[in-house]
């Protein structure tokens, strides 16, 4: 890690849903802006320098929309980066971000994520034909949903699994005033009920499309030391990537997912990650992803995952929570999603999380981003006491 | 800080090339800057491209780049929608951190593949600007009558400073292979050419270029030991105007100074500047805010005789590191460019041991 100690000590975002037609883009990122700044007891003057990050340009038409943002996020006269890394790219946003500060090139970073998928439509925005390419017009889930069935083929998981996975990632979010879906009366039934969309995967399979962003106040140590909030401290940030067309990948349990978390773990000090963290919360936009996660991130032996999730140990209530949220299937504002994830687990361990707030043992906290084929990896560690 | 350097580049371009797509330009660029380096693909750190979704007409144009690039085993990587050379900040800030000692940066982009001067229109505030419609050449030929109308801080700018920038820079680009325009032409030539977006003539404007460009940076001894002449980073930073050119005084470029200012280059001191100027009036607000009167500009013909977007930044870099690693300069600044009317800027230092 770098010389400088980082921290978030900022969080904002906006609540979700499907169409803000009150907010412009520019409205819609000043939004989340404003409120992690207050949380950091700053304005915009006292920021070095903007981030930004967000999924494909089609899915809002704008071109580079951050040039437009300049203003909007107080980047004018100061340096702004756009990141852009897939569906990870909320978490490498974050990771470049607090990457300025570990390099002492800067005390005060904001970090902003956001997609506003109401001004278009990510399915298709995710489906154009590329010239002398294959055409995949599938969409997201198109893509996951064989690499799903080959999971199930290969552990033995029951088909009930991945809506566990919904029905409880939609229970927590009940707890979560700003989670895009709120829906009290769902269980297993109405989720087996609803239509098939890709085998397995139902409706309430997969996440929402979500109009949302994210922010957060990334600092130096003196400056978090002096903050009016607690701070969550980074421990430990990694990425990593893996090529699409290699025969030699295995896209089920990606060897980029593994080694992005062995380097996360060894940064932080993590040996056991189900007993070394208090919660995490990781990028599952169809159910089936929590199971499958489990396995690649080595919360349990391979084949195993779905043993978890059927126990409840992923429950709010379990030895290990994931995603009390509500996590991507309640909220999915694309770009800003794994963002939310990181800033998620700066709540947990700050004791800001309200209602879903868990209950700190080791301090430290899991957020995690993945996009592409499932071979684009973010991921960090952040924790209520200071990296030694 | 540590001691960052470039140790190698390679770049590509084309004219409206048919043939290859986007891997194809970035397979050869990238094998030849990392053959070039001396290090094997695999000990080099850290991995960023900069590109665009846009020129391509798809998502995830990057995608395809890192299979371009080789990632397997698995690499630390990252990618901005930028010109990739706000990629090669990135991998500076990463070698920084101490957490990687070498970085393969890598940008590309197919500008033929649309009519990019109308397209790049959707980097415009898309309320209230773009649903307008100009241009980039629209916006450009606007910053040009703003200057022909104010002056250059007092001084008088005419059609002929325009051309002669024009005809300079074909002049160089004659001796640059990488160039796709390039003729030995003088000033009244240029002038008795048709005006096509008042007051700018086609020459005025940077010809749409299919391209790419690779650099391997490396940190201190590694550098050293890699590279006979390495060209070090002795300052680089990057600023951004507001978007709407009604709120900016468009005869000068604030973001390009101040980006100047915090990497040190006001001293001046330069041999050569590469600036990524689009359009010839771009070079005279550059070269006035950055103080380089006096200094040999854009030796390469700059973007002027090729603008590969999205690789052209990083190609300013490549083209000053390449004559101080050659011992044919001392001290280059380098400068690169994107949004309307010179939004934003990024200008690196680089000098000799």
């Known amino acids: 890690m770098g010389a400088v100690r980082t921290a978030v000590i900022g969080v904002g975002q906006t609540r979700h849903v499907s169409a803000r037609h009150d907010v412009s883009m520019a409205g819609l990122v000043r939004e989340a802006a404003v409120e992690a ?71 005060r970073v904001l970090t902003v994520s956001f997609e506003k998928q109401s001004e ?38 029951p088909r009930h699994i991945g809506h566990l996975v919904a029905v409880k990632d939609r229970l927590a979010a009940l ?54 909030n607690p ?7 990694a990425m990593r990537s893996e090529p699409t067309m290699f025969a030699g990948r295995d896209q089920v349990n990606p060897q980029a997912g593994k080694d992005c978390a062995a380097d996360v773990y060894k940064q932080a000090g993590i040996t056991n990650p189900r007993e070394d963290f208090d919660c995490a919360e990781i990028y599952v936009p169809f159910s089936w992803y929590e199971p499958m996660w489990l396995e690649n991130l080595g919360f349990c ?21 994931w995603n009390p949220s509500g996590g991507v299937l309640s909220s999915n504002p694309i770009g800003a999603s794994g963002m939310i994830r990181f800033g998620e687990v700066a709540q947990q361990v700050r004791e800001r999380a309200g209602d879903y707030q868990v209950e700190l043992k080791t301090g430290k906290a899991l957020g995690h981003a993945y996009g592409g084929g499932s071979q684009f990896f973010s991921m960090w560690v952040v924790g209520r006491d200071k990296p030694a | 800080m540590r001691d960052v350097a470039v140790i190698s580049f390679a770049q590509e371009t084309a004219e409206n090339d048919r043939e290859r797509n986007e891997v194809e330009f970035i397979i050869p660029v990238v094998q030849e800057a990392v053959r070039a380096s001396g290090l094997a693909r695999h000990d080099i750190g850290f991995t960023i491209s900069g590109s665009c979704d846009y020129l391509s007409g798809g998502p995830f144009t990057f995608v395809q780049g890192l299979d371009a690039a080789g990632a397997w085993p698995p690499v630390k990587e990252s990618h901005v929608e930028m010109d990739s050379a706000w990629a090669l900040y990135e991998a500076w800030v990463a070698i920084q951190t101490g957490e990687v000692d070498s970085a393969l940066i890598y940008g590309f982009g197919k500008s033929s593949l649309t009519d990019v001067h109308e397209v790049f229109n959707l980097q415009n505030d898309p309320y209230t600007v773009a649903p307008l419609w ?8 606007l910053q040009a009558s703003a200057l022909l109308a104010g002056g250059l801080d007092g001084r008088d700018v005419t059609e002929r400073d325009l051309a002669e920038v024009v005809a300079r820079s074909r002049r160089d680009a004659l001796d640059n292979p990488y160039a796709i325009v390039g003729e030995d032409v003088d000033v009244d030539t240029l002038l008795a050419r048709p005006v096509t977006s008042a007051p700018l003539r086609d020459a005025d404007v940077a010809p749409v270029t299919d391209g790419s460009a690779a650099i ?42 101040r980006a100047g200012e915090e990497a040190g280059a006001l001293q001046g001191g330069f041999d050569i500047a590469e600036l990524h100027a689009q359009f010839s009036h771009d070079e005279l607000i550059l070269r006035n805010v950055l103080g380089l009167d006096g200094t040999t500009i854009n030796p390469s013909g700059g973007a002027l005789g090729a603008n590969p977007l999205m690789a052209s930044g990083l190609i300013r870099i490549g083209e000053v590191a390449r004559r101080i690693s050659a011992g044919d300069a001392g001290r280059g600044l380098a400068h690169a460019t994107q949004g309307a009317c010179m939004q934003q800027n990024l200008v690196c230092v680089l000098e000799g041991e």
Not at chain 1, 231 to 237: D, E, K, L, Q, V
Not at chain 2, 217 to 228: K, N, S, V
């Open chain 2, 216 to 257: 391997v940076i490396a940190a201190g001894d590694l550098a050293r030991d890699l590279c006979e002449r390495p060209a070090w980073i002795r300052g680089i930073d990057h600023r951004i105007d507001a978007p709407h050119i009604g709120t900016r005084d468009l005869t000068t470029c604030r973001s390009a100074r």
């Open chain 1, 231 to 237: 701070a969550a401290w980074i421990h430990g940030t």
């Open chain 2, 134 to 141: 100009p241009s980039t050449v629209n916006l450009a030929a």
């Open chain 1, 175 to 228: 707890r979560n005033p700003k989670a895009h879906l709120h829906l009290p009366d769902i269980d297993l039934k109405t989720v087996e009920e609803s239509f098939l969309l890709w085998d397995p995967l139902r409706y309430l399979d997969t996440c929402p499309s979500s109009d949302g962003a994210m922010a957060l106040v990334v600092a130096a140590e003196d400056v978090a030391d002096a903050a009016p």
């Open chain 1, 301 to 321: 032996a391979e084949g195993d995952g779905w043993k978890l999730t059927e126990a409840g140990a992923t429950a709010p209530d379990g030895d290990i929570p």
């Open chain 1, 37 to 107: 700044l207050e949380d950091a007891g700053m304005g915009f003057d006292d920021i070095d320098a903007v981030v930004v990050g967000k999924a494909p340009d089609t899915f809002e038409g704008v071109i580079m929309p951050e040039l437009y943002l300049a203003d909007a996020l107080g980047a004018v006269g100061k340096p702004l980066l756009r990141v852009h890394t897939a569906g990870s790219v909320g978490g490498s946003t974050a990771i470049v971000a607090a990457k300025l500060v570990m390099a002492g090139i800067h005390k």
């Open chain 1, 120 to 157: 278009s439509n990510a399915t298709w925005g995710l489906s154009v034909q590329m010239p002398f390419s294959a055409p995949l017009v599938a969409g997201a889930g198109g893509y996951f949903a064989p690499l799903i069935r080959a999971y199930i083929a290969r552990s033995g998981a």
